[in-house]
């Protein structure tokens, strides 16, 4: 067990809707991290955010938002959803923001989209 | 543009062997390379990592080898059991950036 919680497991949405996935990061941990996970595309990096602000961006759509809240838990918003954004989505976390601060991931959300 | 390259994509080897996968990196920024197993329905988990200023680092049956000059990595799965089967992926970082991840390879060890 990572120690990092995301919700939910699977979820399953029309082209159009908007989702919301959550992630809850190990206790400690300052930073957040999310990742999509699709067969053509491998692992790619979206966004991260440290104690609350945004800190680097990846290959995140526009579609696509972040944030980290006080408590330090993250959700990650989907909108306009395409059927090219069916991938798993990975959120992980690491203590700080340095090269030398592992990062431990969560078992994902499954996004399928109809 | 993909950063890491890894190889190969799929790996089949009989239980006690050695498994093998290599990886080539282009950024000379990057300062360390962790590489993490996965298996089906979870996520990504650490595995073993060093950094460019060791050749080579050794965890139980995982020993990473590491080529600075040459911009390549590897990792070795010494006498590989049937739990050993997943997906493994290395991946580099440099200062705050987030990981870059090699495409994976999905190894199989048969009994």
């Known amino acids: 067990d990572s120690g990092v919680t995301q919700t939910p497991k699977h979820l399953i949405t029309a082209t159009g809707q908007r989702v919301t996935l959550r992630c809850s990061p190990r206790s400690g941990d300052l930073s957040v991290y999310w990742y999509q996970q699709s067969l053509d595309q491998g692992l790619q990096f979206l966004i991260q955010?440290?104690?609350?602000?945004?800190?680097a961006k990846g290959n995140i759509l526009e579609r696509f938002s972040a944030q980290q809240f006080p408590d330090l838990h993250s959700e990650l918003n989907l909108s306009s959803l395409e059927l090219g954004d069916s991938a798993l989505y990975f959120c992980a976390s690491s203590g700080g923001q340095g090269s030398n601060q592992p990062q431990h991931f969560g078992d994902g959300t499954r996004l399928s989209i109809l | 543009q993909q950063q890491v390259k890894q190889s190969p994509q799929s790996l089949i080897v009989q239980k006690g062997g050695i498994s093998i996968i290599n990886c080539a990196y282009e950024?000379?920024?990057?300062?360390?390379f962790p590489w993490y197993q996965q298996f089906p329905g979870k996520g990504p988990a650490l595995l073993i990592a060093?950094?460019?200023?060791?050749s080579e680092k050794k965890e139980g049956r995982f020993t990473i080898s590491f080529n600075k000059s040459a911009k390549q990595f590897s990792l070795h799965i010494m006498d590989s059991q049937p739990g050993d089967s997943a997906t493994y992926f290395c991946?580099?970082?440099?200062?705050?950036?987030?990981?870059?991840f090699g495409s994976g390879t999905r190894l199989q060890v048969q009994p």
């Open positions: 955010y440290y104690n609350g602000e945004e800190r």
């Open positions: 060093i950094r460019p200023d060791v």
């Open positions: 950024n000379t920024a990057f300062d360390y």
């Open positions: 991946a580099a970082i440099t200062g705050r950036r987030a990981l870059t």
